[in-house]
């Protein structure tokens, strides 16, 4: 009898263990089964994730997407997230798989599936008036700056540099903030900032200091994925050795980076 029940037990056991390992392996036959990758970006963070005059999704990271869904051979469905709720989507379930300029942290890694190696970075500045004449982070001590809900960033610039902090949860609210005067900046991913300096509407505005926090992009699946994790740790690798970084850099008018350089002559 006991052996007869030692042998159960290890059934089960087992069974458990191939059950686990077949939902991480299938993830790929799901996508491919329905027949639509659909992935979690931003849609208010020119020029990587923002709507075109009807309305769809278009960038640096749709096009992306588009790449992978391409490489799948699926249809592409495009879920537009925030900062503050693009992991929850992931883990939810509502989005197979994150390209949201998501910084790379060990924080994040202990909750989702940060694919290696990163795909893109950015550092850290702000959006403020040409009036203030901002030269160092120092001079924003006490001062109001807005901030993003979420940004890995937040905490050290308070801790660090003393300003005092006005969050939001999207970059409409944050720029809309600025331009009324409820702060004197707005802190953010110095990428984004590039691009919004690009619009008529912020002429008087200027990106003044240098940028800090540098920090590696990463796109991200759910924990265990790793079948698709390592379909996708291919693709990204495929992107830098092809110099299809650069390639976006370029069509998107973003000054090069220094990482693309980097991971494009590391890839080849």
């Not at 051979?73 to 300029?101: H, W, Y």
């Amino acid at each position: 009898m006991r052996k007869q029940w030692i042998a159960v037990v290890a059934s089960v056991l087992t069974l458990g263990v191939l059950a686990v390992s077949g939902a991480s392996a299938d993830t790929l036959d799901d996508i491919k089964k329905k027949g639509t990758l659909v992935v979690g970006t931003k849609a208010d963070y020119r020029p990587f994730g923002y709507l075109d005059p009807s309305g769809k999704i278009i960038g640096f990271e749709p096009d992306l997407a588009a790449d992978v869904a391409k490489r799948l051979g699926v249809k592409l469905e495009l879920v537009p997230v925030v900062a503050s709720n693009r992991i929850q989507f992931l883990q939810q379930g509502k989005i197979d798989l994150m390209i949201a300029t998501m910084s790379d942290t060990p924080e994040r890694r202990k909750i989702v599936d940060i694919v290696e190696p990163d795909y893109y970075a950015s550092g850290t500045n702000v959006l403020a008036k040409k009036s203030e004449k901002l030269k160092s982070w120092d001079q924003l001590k006490g001062k109001k700056v807005c901030l993003i809900q979420g940004s890995f960033y937040n905490k050290e610039l308070q801790e660090k540099y003393g300003i005092e902090g006005v969050a939001f949860p999207g970059t409409a609210e944050a720029y809309a903030a600025l331009r009324n005067g409820n702060c004197v900046a707005f802190a953010y991913d110095d990428t984004a900032i590039v691009g919004e300096m690009l619009k008529p509407e912020w002429s008087e505005y200027e990106m003044p200091l240098e940028s800090i926090l540098p920090q590696p992009w990463g796109l991200a699946v759910k924990q265990g994925e790793k079948g698709f994790a390592d379909f996708m740790s291919k693709t990204v690798s495929d992107w830098h050795k092809s110099g299809m970084i650069q390639q976006l850099e370029k069509k998107y008018a973003i000054k090069p980076t220094k990482f693309a350089q980097e991971m494009h002559d590391k890839a080849k």
